[in-house]
């Protein structure tokens, strides 16, 4: 015998003996009732169930349509179910079967089924000043049209457009595929406060058939923040890090504001103390305008030229200085050097020179400390060249 002959057997036994006046105990502790279907149109063509009964505690519905033959559709954990019609008509006549259980049963479903709203990812780390998308699928009983949806975040569930946190910021995006349905929140400017769980919901031309998705999308909002360790050898460790784990990203790292290249993972190496001198910072790519706070790999000194003209003329003056990288330390007395010898006049962190023909370098010292930068500025001028570096005072 197949089960759906079983089930409408079962289901005409049950409402003989109800009939007659008896109430079925199922299984121990357990009791089967008749219950009162009320049935309208609603929506496109579909009828909606409602079963009343006496049963309280954990009740379970068995739903059958009875037009021709008992049909058995399914069982539901709560009183409503919408079945799709192939007319705006009620003739299809329905009734419900009532039981109580401790625990639900296996494959009691069906109006579950019918409504559902799933986040995909269900968390999602961004960084703080960027855009995020929060995505979600959800469903719900055929032939029903959803007049309103919208995200929210507290239990008064206020349209995100209509928060004066969010409106500004906010924009929804919903889409359709074979059937399913899709809804998007993009949230721009994050704040640290963004950090919430959102949830989707949906309202239909049924006034009472709306549904909200319960778990929703947990958002985390993070800065990046550079954690330096030392190394054998004397060297350092960069690592940039973030309070939540960011999507599949790719690192920048960049050395007195500059790019530093071929390093795209989370973690530094800086080695050479000369050659390393500077401040760092990192950044992710496409995101490349938030940057963490800059932190000192190694001080360092650098020299930079001022005051000179786009075509400076033989024997203008301009003025060198000569400036800590990454320190916030200031020093009274510096020694300059040209062509590696001392230049007595210049004592203080800034030099005046004369451009002059040929090849001339220039470099400066903190006395009684260990700072260098191995890196050579190069200034071009109309009839001379000159070259500035910065080298160790041994």
């Known amino acids: 015998m197949s089960p759906q002959r079983a089930a409408n057997i079962t289901a005409a036994v049950i409402f003989i003996l109800l009939a007659a006046g008896h109430q079925i105990p199922a299984s121990s502790g357990q009791t089967v009732l008749q219950g009162t279907v009320h049935q309208q149109?609603?929506?496109?063509?579909?009828?909606?169930?409602?079963?009343?009964?006496?049963?309280?505690?954990?009740?379970?519905y068995d739903w059958y349509s009875r037009y021709w033959l008992s049909t058995y559709l399914g069982c539901s954990s709560i009183a409503e179910v919408?079945?799709?019609?192939?007319?705006?008509?009620?003739?299809?006549?329905?009734?419900?079967?009532?039981?109580?259980?401790?625990?639900?049963?296996?494959d009691c479903e069906l109006g579950e089924k019918q409504w559902g709203v799933t986040y995909t990812p269900d968390s999602v780390c961004a960084l703080e000043?960027?855009?995020?998308?929060?995505?979600?699928?959800?469903?719900?009983p055929g032939g029903l049209r959803v007049t309103e949806s919208f995200w929210f975040i507290n239990?008064?569930?206020?349209?995100?457009?209509?928060?004066?946190?969010?409106?500004?910021r906010v924009q929804y995006h919903q889409t359709k595929n074979q059937n399913q349905l899709y809804h998007t929140v993009r949230i721009t400017d994050l704040k640290a406060s963004d950090a919430q769980t959102y949830k989707f919901r949906f309202i239909t031309d049924d006034p009472l058939a709306k549904f909200a998705g319960?778990?929703?999308?947990?958002?985390?909002?993070?800065?990046?923040?550079?954690?330096?360790?030392?190394?054998r050898?004397?060297?350092?460790?960069?690592?940039?890090?973030?309070?939540?784990?960011?999507?599949?990203?790719?690192?920048?790292?960049y050395r007195n504001g500059q790019p530093v290249s071929e390093q795209n993972r989370a973690v530094l190496y800086l080695r050479d103390r000369t050659?390393?001198?500077?401040?760092?910072?990192?950044?992710?790519?496409?995101?490349e305008e938030i940057r963490s706070a800059a932190v000192c790999g190694f001080e360092g000194l650098q020299v930079k030229v001022e005051g000179a003209a786009a075509a400076p003329v033989e024997e203008q003056t301009v003025t060198l200085t000569c400036s800590l990288m990454c320190s916030s330390q200031s020093y009274s007395i510096y020694t300059w050097y040209r062509n590696i010898q001392p230049v007595s006049e210049?004592?203080?962190?800034?030099?005046?020179?004369?451009?002059?023909?040929?090849?001339?370098?220039?470099?400066?010292?903190?006395?009684?400390?260990?700072?260098?930068?191995?890196?050579?500025?190069?200034?071009?001028?109309?009839?001379?060249?000159?070259?500035?570096?910065?080298?160790?005072?041994?």
């Open 41 to 60: 149109v609603v929506g496109q063509k579909v009828v909606k169930l409602t079963c009343s009964s006496s049963c309280s505690g954990n009740c379970f």
């Open 82 to 106: 919408w079945i799709d019609s192939t007319s705006s008509s009620n003739e299809d006549r329905y009734s419900c079967w009532v039981k109580n259980y401790d625990k639900s049963p296996l």
């Open 129 to 140: 000043g960027s855009s995020v998308d929060l995505s979600c699928s959800y469903k719900h």
């Open 155 to 168: 239990e008064q569930r206020v349209d995100l457009l209509l928060d004066d946190q969010y409106k500004r």
């Open 214 to 231: 319960r778990s929703g999308v947990s958002l985390s909002v993070t800065g990046l923040k550079i954690e330096v360790s030392d190394t």
């Open 233 to 253: 050898g004397g060297g350092k460790m960069l690592n940039c890090s973030s309070t939540c784990t960011l999507t599949n990203p790719t690192y920048i790292w």
């Open 275 to 287: 050659v390393d001198a500077g401040s760092y910072s990192c950044a992710v790519k496409e995101h």
């Open 346 to 394: 210049c004592r203080s962190s800034s030099c005046s020179v004369a451009v002059v023909r040929g090849e001339i370098s220039y470099s400066c010292a903190v006395e009684g400390r260990d700072l260098s930068s191995a890196s050579v500025c190069e200034f071009r001028f109309s009839h001379s060249l000159i070259y500035l570096s910065v080298s160790r005072l041994d």
